[in-house]
């Protein structure tokens, strides 16, 4: 019962950290940030996590097939989003010519893909600084 | 079907990748995922091939703006005749490499999940070899290169063994090192020009390198030492033959065969479209490098005469025939940069066919060593017949490939009034020879060992077919082949 009040302490912060991350995330393309800045708080959290609660506990939540997939449908749905202007007709990742605009500040929604890319990257990168940190880890015990 | 042409320049990068990413689901399913692998690899091909036509006939390069967005804010892909004769020949050799490699990998790199690992980073070299070849901005070159960069160290590495894991560190700390001094050069462009697309670039350059002239000798510098190691250019190969000969064969093919020439095609497109011919002379660029690959073709043979392991003495070669290219990219004449162009191309073919005959070869007898293969020649006629017209062709033997790229190299050079190129070129073809030609005599009249080795499967022997055809197609018809390498070196000597 050594590390109570650390456990406590990030069970109630942890999951604030996380949400932040995820809005640093998708509101990278209208406010400071971005995809790659939030996936690393998102990570971060979920790192903190582990060295909380233990590796055990971590990749029991965090299995590495799961990480291994989101690594790579993270990337995939980016090259998805930019096949998207070719089926418009507009060259590759194109955004504003698929009928989209460039975005406005304050308003979530007005950017167009450049939302749903971040998502996918943000999540990627969330994902790959977790397996970076497993793979040193586990390599050392 | 006109729009996916005018997409082209875009789709024959980011298909293999696309595929790349989908593979691990199908990290149980190897058949299936050798099935993706090799039908991409066709379809590249076949990308490549209208794409090539395409710029072959219209004689205009196809230029794609990605995200819509033009040229000086946005990144641009150019397709050219260099970038369609690199697309065309990275696209040819990747299918045999492939085609080998099916049902062939678990013994030397391991279980399903490492197999599919191996592919998913052989899919990446091959987006980022595509890449290179179209993209016609820097900063994007010094992505593609990282990308290739570390699914080459991946490759390597993935050899189960503990010497492939340290050929893979000492990869990663040179080819890193490399990739810095690569980043510091477009820096130090980008802060002169302003621009990071190379024809903008180019036009910043030429106004104002009088006032900058040191800028511009550390930019040339720093550009030519990283594509330098990345490329194994002789005195910074030390990371290649460990690289070459502890990877898995069709990785050592891929690698050597390829992967070297994509950032040979990048330091290409740097000096002749960034700085253009003028700085180069002005600069005497183009002794340096005429001087760097004579040192190289020399060196490199004698190394490659020292060694007594197959696949040693075959990574020693790659560093020689590397001289050769950058020996003719310092010619600055059309038949010196055709000939580079098309000995380039020679050398991928032929340097693919070498390392996965010598794979098959040491796969079956388990011997590493030349003079252990005693004999093979007769126990594995169909490999050893496709190595022998591969090390033929590497001589520069007439009706073989590497002839043509050499003919035209000579005459570049004396065309310019050199003799001294033209004599290595001659010297080198000896060395060449002389390292290559024992495997065969060792391989076809030394007695026949009682040991059953025997020819590799089915779709190995039409990899190596391929292959050793090709060699033979490019050496007696050379001509539409020639005629692409020739517009490319126009294209490349235009830019003043």
């Given at each position: 019962?050594?590390?109570?009040?650390?456990?406590?302490?990030?069970?109630?912060?942890?999951?604030?950290?996380?949400?932040?991350?995820?809005?640093?995330?998708?509101?990278?393309?209208?406010?400071?940030?971005?995809?790659?800045?939030?996936?690393?708080?998102?990570?971060?959290?979920?790192?903190?996590?582990?060295?909380?609660?233990?590796?055990?506990?971590?990749?029991?939540?965090?299995?590495?097939?799961?990480?291994?997939?989101?690594?790579?449908?993270?990337?995939?749905?980016?090259?998805?989003?930019?096949?998207?202007?070719?089926?418009?007709?507009?060259?590759?990742?194109?955004?504003?010519?698929?009928?989209?605009?460039?975005?406005?500040?304050?308003?979530?929604?007005?950017?167009?893909?450049?939302?749903?890319?971040?998502?996918?990257?943000?999540?990627?990168?969330?994902?790959?600084?977790?397996?970076?940190?497993?793979?040193?880890?586990?390599?050392?015990? | 079907?006109?729009?996916?042409?005018?997409?082209?320049?875009?789709?024959?990068?980011?298909?293999?990748?696309?595929?790349?990413?989908?593979?691990?689901?199908?990290?149980?399913?190897?058949?299936?995922?050798?099935?993706?692998?090799?039908?991409?690899?066709?379809?590249?091909?076949?990308?490549?091939?209208?794409?090539?036509?395409?710029?072959?006939?219209?004689?205009?390069?196809?230029?794609?703006?990605?995200?819509?967005?033009?040229?000086?804010?946005?990144?641009?892909?150019?397709?050219?005749?260099?970038?369609?004769?690199?697309?065309?020949?990275?696209?040819?050799?990747?299918?045999?490499?492939?085609?080998?490699?099916?049902?062939?990998?678990?013994?030397?790199?391991?279980?399903?999940?490492?197999?599919?690992?191996?592919?998913?980073?052989?899919?990446?070299?091959?987006?980022?070899?595509?890449?290179?070849?179209?993209?016609?901005?820097?900063?994007?070159?010094?992505?593609?290169?990282?990308?290739?960069?570390?699914?080459?160290?991946?490759?390597?590495?993935?050899?189960?063994?503990?010497?492939?894991?340290?050929?893979?560190?000492?990869?990663?700390?040179?080819?890193?090192?490399?990739?810095?001094?690569?980043?510091?050069?477009?820096?130090?462009?980008?802060?002169?020009?302003?621009?990071?697309?190379?024809?903008?670039?180019?036009?910043?350059?030429?106004?104002?390198?009088?006032?900058?002239?040191?800028?511009?000798?550390?930019?040339?510098?720093?550009?030519?030492?990283?594509?330098?190691?990345?490329?194994?250019?002789?005195?910074?190969?030390?990371?290649?033959?460990?690289?070459?000969?502890?990877?898995?064969?069709?990785?050592?093919?891929?690698?050597?065969?390829?992967?070297?020439?994509?950032?040979?095609?990048?330091?290409?497109?740097?000096?002749?479209?960034?700085?253009?011919?003028?700085?180069?002379?002005?600069?005497?660029?183009?002794?340096?490098?005429?001087?760097?690959?004579?040192?190289?073709?020399?060196?490199?043979?004698?190394?490659?005469?020292?060694?007594?392991?197959?696949?040693?003495?075959?990574?020693?070669?790659?560093?020689?025939?590397?001289?050769y290219i950058i020996m003719g990219i310092g010619l600055m004449n059309t038949k010196g940069l055709s000939g580079t162009l098309f000995y380039l191309a020679s050398h991928a073919v032929i340097k693919?066919?070498?390392?996965?005959?010598?794979?098959?070869?040491?796969?079956?007898?388990?011997?590493?060593?030349?003079?252990?293969?005693?004999?093979?020649?007769?126990?594995?006629?169909?490999?050893?017949?496709?190595?022998?017209?591969?090390?033929?062709?590497?001589?520069?033997?007439?009706?073989?490939?590497?002839?043509?790229?050499?003919?035209?190299?000579?005459?570049?050079?004396?065309?310019?009034?050199?003799?001294?190129?033209?004599?290595?070129?001659?010297?080198?073809?000896?060395?060449?020879?002389?390292?290559?030609?024992?495997?065969?005599?060792?391989?076809?009249?030394?007695?026949?060992?009682?040991?059953?080795?025997?020819?590799?499967?089915?779709?190995?022997?039409?990899?190596?077919?391929?292959?050793?055809?090709?060699?033979?197609?490019?050496?007696?018809?050379?001509?539409?082949?020639?005629?692409?390498?020739?517009?490319?070196?126009?294209?490349?000597?235009?830019?003043?």
């Amino acid at each position: 019962m050594k590390d109570f009040i650390l456990k406590r302490i990030s069970a109630v912060i942890l999951p604030f950290i996380c949400i932040y991350g995820f809005y640093v995330i998708l509101h990278g393309h209208i406010s400071p940030g971005g995809s790659f800045a939030g996936g690393i708080i998102v990570g971060l959290s979920l790192i903190a996590f582990a060295t909380v609660y233990g590796m055990k506990k971590a990749r029991a939540e965090l299995p590495e097939k799961a990480l291994v997939s989101i690594e790579s449908y993270g990337t995939l749905w980016y090259v998805i989003m930019g096949l998207v202007g070719i089926f418009k007709g507009v060259p590759f990742l194109a955004n504003k010519l698929a009928g989209v605009n460039v975005g406005e500040q304050g308003t979530l929604f007005s950017g167009g893909l450049i939302l749903l890319i971040s998502a996918g990257v943000g999540i990627r990168v969330a994902s790959t600084i977790v397996t970076l940190f497993f793979a040193l880890v586990e390599d050392e015990s | 079907m006109s729009s996916v042409t005018a997409n082209l320049p875009v789709l024959v990068v980011i298909a293999p990748l696309f595929v790349a990413f989908i593979l691990t689901t199908f990290a149980r399913r190897i058949r299936l995922v050798e099935g993706l692998v090799i039908f991409i690899g066709i379809l590249g091909f076949v990308g490549a091939g209208f794409l090539a036509a395409n710029v072959f006939i219209k004689k205009t390069p196809m230029i794609y703006q990605v995200g819509g967005w033009p040229a000086p804010w946005g990144i641009e892909l150019k397709a050219g005749n260099v970038s369609a004769f690199f697309l065309l020949v990275a696209a040819f050799v990747s299918v045999p490499v492939s085609l080998f490699s099916v049902n062939n990998l678990s013994d030397e790199v391991g279980g399903k999940e490492r197999v599919t690992r191996f592919y998913v980073l052989y899919l990446l070299l091959c987006g980022a070899m595509a890449g290179m070849a179209v993209t016609n901005d820097l900063f994007n070159v010094f992505v593609l290169v990282e990308v290739a960069t570390l699914s080459c160290c991946g490759l390597v590495s993935s050899r189960n063994r503990p010497r492939a894991a340290e050929a893979a560190f000492s990869y990663l700390i040179m080819a890193t090192l490399g990739s810095t001094l690569i980043l510091g050069g477009i820096g130090f462009i980008y802060i002169i020009t302003g621009h990071l697309n190379m024809g903008f670039a180019h036009e910043g350059i030429n106004k104002i390198w009088q006032s900058n002239p040191h800028v511009v000798w550390m930019a040339f510098s720093f550009i030519l030492v990283g594509f330098g190691v990345k490329s194994a250019l002789f005195p910074l190969h030390v990371w290649l033959p460990d690289a070459h000969s502890a990877a898995p064969s069709p990785a050592s093919a891929i690698l050597s065969g390829v992967a070297v020439k994509g950032y040979l095609i990048c330091l290409l497109k740097i000096l002749y479209n960034v700085f253009g011919c003028t700085l180069m002379r002005e600069f005497v660029i183009h002794r340096i490098l005429v001087l760097a690959g004579t040192v190289a073709i020399i060196a490199g043979s004698i190394l490659a005469l020292m060694q007594i392991e197959l696949k040693r003495r075959l990574a020693f070669s790659t560093v020689a025939q590397v001289g050769y290219i950058i020996m003719g990219i310092g010619l600055m004449n059309t038949k010196g940069l055709s000939g580079t162009l098309f000995y380039l191309a020679s050398h991928a073919v032929i340097k693919s066919v070498l390392f996965l005959s010598a794979g098959a070869m040491i796969a079956a007898s388990g011997k590493k060593n030349i003079n252990e293969l005693a004999g093979i020649g007769r126990k594995m006629p169909i490999t050893m017949a496709a190595f022998t017209i591969g090390s033929l062709g590497l001589t520069g033997i007439p009706l073989f490939s590497g002839f043509i790229g050499k003919w035209n190299l000579i005459v570049g050079s004396l065309e310019l009034g050199n003799v001294i190129p033209a004599v290595v070129i001659v010297v080198g073809s000896v060395l060449c020879a002389a390292y290559l030609f024992p495997v065969i005599r060792v391989a076809y009249f030394e007695p026949v060992p009682e040991e059953d080795w025997k020819d590799p499967r089915l779709t190995q022997k039409i990899a190596l077919i391929s292959l050793a055809l090709a060699v033979l197609i490019l050496g007696i018809i050379p001509g539409p082949f020639l005629e692409l390498a020739e517009r490319a070196a126009v294209e490349l000597l235009a830019l003043k």
